[in-house]
């Protein structure tokens, strides 16, 4: 049972380029999550998934694009890096609230550098 | 508006030791709040969980506590070990419009010495 996966675990990208971080999970979990995580900051949610098909803005979207169309995956896109976007990045999964008292499952986190 | 304050940022002890890490929330309305460790480059697991009505949990040498009235948790930490050189993550659970939404304190970071 591998959990939350994530990949890759860095990357640096230039000024205006674009990549995909990649998000799959084997814990059949509805919702699904992506975070930033800044030095000193708590986690900041980017967008949020409530199962496949669905997905909602979090707290700082801007810059940010996602898609869910398996239950397994939430890919996270990165379109016209900036060097604001350099951040430590996590994806989590949960139940839906009505099956659990919330518990986030995270990935091992993606390191992104924009130079 | 909805907060979670951390302290001390950052704790250094030497292995064995005791100590107790502090979380103040602000959130309404409460609906669990959760301990989680980060280890240096991974992702944050799960420690404790503490429901509105749990005063006290334990999990090993972990023990956490929640006063509700006062909007305070603790966790404590009994004879550290060098494994336990982490940050720590208080997260409040709110639950709203049929959903989970998650408050996020910025961690305190403890670095247990030999």
């Known amino acids: 049972n591998a959990g939350v996966t994530q990949t890759p675990k860095f990357r640096i990208l230039k000024i205006g380029q674009s990549m995909t971080l990649q998000c799959t999970q084997d814990m059949n979990h509805n919702y699904m999550y992506w975070y930033r995580q800044d030095p000193g900051m708590g986690l900041k949610l980017i967008y949020y998934?409530?199962?496949?098909?669905?997905?909602d803005k979090g707290e700082v979207p801007n810059g940010y694009n996602v898609s869910r169309s398996t239950t397994e995956d939430f890919p996270l896109r990165l379109e016209l890096a900036a060097p604001s976007q350099t951040s430590v990045y996590f994806c989590?999964?949960?139940?839906?609230?009505?099956?659990?008292?919330?518990?986030?499952?995270f990935g091992e986190g993606s390191r992104l550098t924009v130079l | 508006k909805n907060q979670v304050e951390q302290s001390p940022q950052s704790l250094i002890i030497l292995e064995g030791k005791n100590c107790t890490l502090q979380c103040n929330y602000t959130v309404s309305p409460f609906s669990n709040l959760r301990w989680y460790k980060q280890d240096t480059g991974r992702g944050p697991v799960s420690l404790t969980i503490?429901?509105?009505?749990?005063n006290t949990k334990s999990n090993g040498r972990y023990t956490a506590t929640l006063d509700a009235d006062t909007k305070q948790s603790s966790l404590h930490i009994t004879a550290s070990q060098l494994s336990d050189s982490a940050s720590y993550i208080c997260v409040v659970i709110l639950y709203t419009s049929g959903t989970y939404k998650y408050i996020f304190g910025t961690g305190t970071r403890l670095k247990v010495l030999a």
């Open positions: 503490m429901t509105f009505s749990e």
């Open positions: 998934s409530v199962g496949a098909g669905i997905t």
């Open positions: 989590a999964s949960s139940y839906s609230p009505t099956l659990t008292t919330g518990e986030l499952f």
